[in-house]
C-alpha cells in the first residue's frame, strides 16, 4: 500500500494566520491527491482534489498545490470555522489510503 | 442536492456481522461509485473499498478482504455494506461516499453522516 504522512500532526494557530499542512506519499502518485475537512461529529468534507482544483463551493483562501510524493494545503487567512481535522488522501493506486490527519487547533 | 443517508447505530458481538445501508437521492445513482470508509473512536480515516454502482464491480482494501462485501440495489439506488466476523476493533463509525469516478481523482464528494457500529460482548 501507499503510505501517506502528514506533517505536523497538530498546529495551534490564530485567526488570519497562514496555515500550511504537508502531506507526503512513499511513492510517486502523481496528482491523485485529495484533501478533506472533518469537524467533530460530522463526516469529511472535500476540499480540495486532483492536488489543486478547488471543489465547488469551498472558500477560495484554501488551495492545493505539489504533484509526484510531496502536496500541500495551504489555509490563506484562517477563519474561525477552519478549526478542524485535515487528510490527505492518495487514489493512485487502487487501494486508496489517507493520511493520519493534522488538527488544527485554536491558539 | 445529492444526498446519502445511512442506517441507525448497531450493537453486535464478536463474531457477528453487520449490514449497513446507504439510500441516495438527488442524483443518478448508477452515473456515480460508492466507497465506503471508517473511523474508529478518535482514530484517522480508514478506506475499506469502493463499488460500481452500474455493474457492482467492488474493490476492497487488502486487510479486510475475505470479511466485506458491498452491494447495491440500483430499484431502490442503496448500497450495502456487509462486515463479517467483527472483532472488538471493528467499532467505529462507518460512512459512504459518493465518488464521481472509480479513479478517485474527482474525490468523494458526498458523504452520509455515518453509521456507528459497537461490537461488544
Known sequence: DIQMTQSPSSLSASVGDRVTITCRASQSISNYLNWYQQKPGKAPKLLIYAASSLQNGVPSRFSGSGSGTDFTLTISSLQPEDFATYYCQQSFSTLWTFGQGTKVEIK | ?121
Open chain 2, 1 to 121: 442536492q445529492a444526498q446519502l443517508v445511512q442506517s441507525g447505530a448497531e450493537v453486535k458481538k464478536p463474531g457477528a456481522s453487520v449490514k449497513v445501508s446507504c439510500k441516495a437521492s438527488g442524483y443518478s445513482f448508477t452515473s456515480y461509485a460508492i466507497s465506503w470508509v471508517r473511523q474508529a473512536p478518535g482514530q484517522g480515516l480508514e478506506w475499506m473499498g469502493w463499488i460500481t454502482t452500474h455493474n457492482g464491480n467492488t474493490n476492497y482494501a487488502q486487510k479486510l478482504q475475505g470479511r466485506v462485501t458491498m452491494t447495491t440495489d440500483t430499484s431502490t439506488s442503496t448500497a450495502y455494506m456487509e462486515l463479517r466476523s467483527l472483532r472488538s476493533d471493528d467499532t467505529a463509525v462507518y460512512y459512504c461516499a459518493r465518488d464521481p469516478s472509480i479513479s478517485g481523482y474527482y474525490g468523494s464528494d458526498y458523504w452520509g453522516q455515518g453509521t456507528l457500529v459497537t461490537v461488544s460482548s
